[in-house]
Each structure stands twice: as structure tokens, then as C-alpha cells.
């Protein structure tokens, strides 16, 4: 059961304390002898509802809800007027009360009132408090002291309130885009809808338009008879998350285009028109000012998904960022591997606070990761750092179990197959000296597969 909170604002303290006699079973009373007091409390918190004296000594009650509303129109007011003054109950209820009673207070018509008031604000109430425990169960932790990224997350907090304005994030590989989208989507009203990522340069120029729009049953040889939904479509009621949108074809950027003009689409093969409602967070590290300039990228696709810009600074533009990111990603990995590292050495810290990122959080993380499995002290030393090979695309080394024996110990079975399938690409990329066609054929996969999945995993 929701319990509101009530703020009593009235200068009598007689009716302070019968108020908060009668009402303090069933809701968290807050009293206040004035409304200058009563103001100055919102800066701290807000109560759901507020029954308020019209008679208030140095500022009235009037003038208090005057102010209120301008700030917090959603918090329905209750007037309390001795007297029954009809010229100032119709400009409270002008300025946007809710309701009035009179003095001497009937206890049966304010509880029938605040009833009323409640029911009004209930929907909003409960799904406030279905946010914040979706953003505490579901955020990804975003870490960042920096003046830098502090504003890039209040400009997050501002502009993820709409449920449609598109953002394009800018930002080197691995600064943490796609955790910013996410970010948005979150603290976004469509947040209870699913979160899409497609990584625009992960299919070929054929295949693109079905990935995003999906196919009609029966629309070329070897597609699935019933049919296939696309991203797009997915992500209906949601947020769709283009990476790497600067890698779209033209083809595939005309088809975005139209679809982002009017949300209206057709899948390959059909006729059928598709109506869909989703928030469009776009990604790149590329320079798409300079793509547009070439020609590369449709000026008119960068207006429509570049409403609102955010960009993030690289990890060597935040320097104040590395120790917290380093030690989340410590504390990550202790818990991965079960291990109770406290922290780093003087030394470490230092060689991170000087250390040139290419490859941003990302190569923090994958250094911190690879450092935290072969250290054997209680602190992270330097040498276990420097010794890690901090090529963005590295995993620790995990071995296969030749015998494939299962120990009582266990193994982490994902990290295993995921460090087995980037050892074999690697080496199958060795061996075609990068051609990733013949890569593809050392491994008996189609090359759109290879690409696809050498891109994720070698993000990882
Ligand atoms: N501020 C941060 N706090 C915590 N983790 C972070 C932060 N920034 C990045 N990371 C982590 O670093 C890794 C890379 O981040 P992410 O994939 O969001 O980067 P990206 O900018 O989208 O990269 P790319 O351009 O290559 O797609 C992820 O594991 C992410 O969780």
C-alpha cells in the first residue's frame, strides 16, 4: 500500500495538531506554521498533496499557492478557509486548487475530499515509484565525476523526458554511448517499453532493410514462411538504438529516412502499411559532419536524427573520471571472480592517471579486467597493469578444457565459449591476413555471420 505524504500549512496550531492527530494513521503528515517555511521545504522534498490555510499571516495562503503551482502544478491543494469568503475561494480555485473546506472542519467531508485528491494523483504516483525501482534495478551503473560528464548527464535527464525527440550521441569508441542510450531510455516515459540496439554496421547493404523492417512471409527464397519482424517494429512503444549509424548504406539511409518522416512502413514483400511509435537514439564515433560534407551521409537523415546532440568527451579529456571508473570496474570484477582485491597501488593509480586511453572506458575496463585475474595481491599493482596487453579487443586467458571435464569448482561457460570463438576469428583472420570472406571459410560460416559476430565480440 502506497502511504502519501500531506503538508498542513496553517498558523493555528490548534488545527496542526488535530489535523495531524486525525491523519497521521494513514498518511505521513509534515505541518508548517507558515508558508514561507512550507516553500522553503520544497527545495528539499515534495509532498503528494497539501492542505492549506487561505488566512496565513506575512504571505496568504493565496499568494504560497501562487507560487506552488508555478513549480509543482501536479500537487493538488486543498484550501482551508474560516469564512466562507467566496471571492477568495474562487481565485484559489482559478489559480488551480483543487478543492476547499471550511473552518470549523468537518472531519467526514475532508477525508472525503482527500480521497478525491488522492485518487487524482494515484496513476502518477505509483508509476513514479515504478521508475525509480526500474532505474535501480535496471540502470546500468553510469560512472563519471567529472564536470564533463555531469553535464552531459543533466542534459541526459533533461532531454530524456520526451517519448520521441531523437538524440544522436557523438563520442569516441568506448566512451560509453551506448550506456548513455540506455541511460535515456530508462529515465524516459517509454521505459517500460523494450530497448532496441542495432548495430547498423554489422549487416551487409542486402540485408539491411529486412533487419530493420522485417519481411513479408514468402518475400524471397529462404525466408521464413511466417514471415520476420524487424528492429523497428521491435521496438515499438520502446527506444530503438542505432550504433554506428554513420556506417549505413545510402540505400539503408533512404529507408530510415522514410520511415522516420512519418513512423510509417512496409516490410520487404508486403503491401501492408506498418504504423509504429519508438524513440530513435542514434550513435556514432565517426565525424558525421564531415561524412555529410562528402556526401556520405544524407543531410536530411542527420537533421531528423540529430534534434538533439549530446556529445561525450573522451577519457583523456576527464582525467577525474579514471580512478572511479577503474575502481567500479575492480569491484565488477572482484565479484566476477571472486576475488577481494581493496584497491590499487600508489603506483597503478598513477600510471592510469598518465596512461594515453585510445580505446576510452573500454580499454580501462578490459585493462582493470585482465589485471584483477592474475593478480595475487590484496592490492592491484603496477606491474599486473603494465603487464596486461591493453589492445582494446582483449580477453583474459581462459582456456578450453582439452578433457572438457567439469571440476567442482565450475567454469563460467559463456566466458569460455566467448574467449574460444574470438581466439579461433583471430587466428582465422591471421591466416587470410585479414580477408574476412576467407576468415569466414576457415570457420564454416557465412561471411555476414563472420562480420556480425567478430564486431561483437571483438567490442567486448
Ligand atoms: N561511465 C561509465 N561507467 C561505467 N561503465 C562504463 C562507462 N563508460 C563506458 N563504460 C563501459 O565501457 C564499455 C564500453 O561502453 P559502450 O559500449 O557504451 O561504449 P560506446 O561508446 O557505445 O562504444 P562504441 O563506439 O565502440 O560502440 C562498456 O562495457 C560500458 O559498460
Known amino acids: ?94 489559480i488551480g486548487a483543487f478543492d476547499f473546506i471550511l473552518k470549523p472542519i468537518n472531519l467526514d467531508i475532508l477525508e472525503l475530499t482527500i480521497q478525491k485528491a488522492i485518487s487524482s494523483i494515484a496513476l502518477i504516483k505509483e508509476v513514479k515509484i515504478l521508475q525509480e525501482k526500474y532505474l535501480q534495478d535496471n540502470l546500468p551503473c553510469f560512472i563519471g565525476e567529472s564536470k564533463n560528464i555531469e553535464n552531459v548527464m543533466d542534459f541526459i535527464n533533461m532531454v530524456s523526458k520526451s517519448s520521441d525527440t531523437p538524440i544522436m550521441i557523438l563520442g569516441e569508441t568506448g566512451t560509453g554511448k551506448e550506456l548513455i542510450a540506455k541511460a535515456i531510455h530508462a529515465r524516459s516515459p517509454v521505459f517500460q517499453g523494450p530497448f532496441i540496439p542495432v548495430n547498423c554496421s554489422a549487416f551487409p547493404e542486402d540485408l539491411i532493410e529486412s533487419e530493420l523492417f522485417g519481411y513479408e512471409s514468402g518475400a524471397f527464397s529462404g525466408a521464413s514462411s511466417q514471415g520476420k519482424k524487424g528492429f523497428i517494429e521491435e521496438a515499438d512503444g520502446g527506444t530503438l538504438f542505432l550504433d554506428e549509424v554513420a556506417d549505413l548504406s545510402l540505400a539503408g539511409q533512404a529507408k530510415l529516412l522514410r520511415f522516420l518522416e512519418d513512423g510509417e512502413f512496409y516490410k520487404v514483400g508486403g503491401t501492408k502499411r506498418y504504423h509504429v511509435r519508438t524513440r530513435v537514439v542514434s550513435a556514432t564515433n565517426k565525424k558525421i559532419d564531415d561524412l555529410v560534407d562528402e556526401e556520405k551521409f544524407r543531410k536530411d537523415l542527420y537533421f ?157
Not at 495538531?17 to 521545504?41: H, K, M, P, V
Not at 576469428?425 to 591471421?430: I, R, T
Open 1 to 94: 500500500m502506497i502511504k502519501y505524504s500531506i503538508a498542513i500549512v496553517d498558523d493555528e496550531e490548534i488545527i496542526r495538531d488535530a489535523l495531524d492527530i486525525t491523519l497521521s494513521d494513514q498518511y505521513d503528515i509534515i505541518l508548517f506554521e507558515s508558508a514561507e517555511s512550507f516553500l522553503a521545504s520544497l527545495e528539499q522534498q515534495t509532498p503528494d498533496l497539501v492542505l492549506m490555510d487561505i488566512g496565513l499571516p506575512i504571505m496568504t495562503g493565496i499568494e504560497a499557492l501562487e507560487i506552488l503551482k508555478q513549480k509543482h502544478n501536479d500537487i493538488p491543494v486543498i484550501m482551508i478557509t474560516a469564512y466562507e469568503d467566496i471571492n477568495m475561494v474562487i481565485r484559489s480555485m482559478k
Open 304 to 460: 531528423r536524427l540529430c534534434v538533439i546532440k549530446a556529445e561525450v568527451p573522451s577519457l583523456n579529456e576527464r582525467k577525474e573520471d579514471i580512478l572511479p571508473l577503474a575502481k567500479h570496474f575492480l569491484h565488477e570484477f572482484n565479484k566476477k571472480f571472486s576475488k577481494t582485491l581493496k584497491g590499487f597501488s600508489k603506483d597503478a593509480e598513477n600510471h592510469l592517471l598518465s596512461y594515453e586511453f585510445t580505446g576510452n572506458a573500454r580499454e580501462l575496463k578490459n585493462m582493470v579486467e585482465r589485471a584483477v585475474l592474475i593478480s595475487k595481491t590484496d592490492r592491484l599493482e603496477l606491474d599486473k597493469l603494465k603487464g596486461a596487453p591493453t589492445l582494446i579487443n582483449d580477453t583474459p586467458p581462459l582456456d578450453i578444457k582439452q578433457d572438457h571435464k567439469l571440476g567442482p569448482e565450475g567454469i563460467d561457460l559463456d566466458q569460455l565459449l566467448e574467449t574460444t570463438e574470438k581466439k579461433y576469428m583471430e587466428q582465422a583472420l591471421e591466416f587470410s591476413k585479414g580477408n574476412e570472406s576467407k576468415a569466414a571459410r576457415l570457420l564454416n560460416m557465412n561471411h555476414h555471420t563472420f562480420r556480425y559476430r567478430w564486431k561483437k565480440i571483438s567490442k567486448k
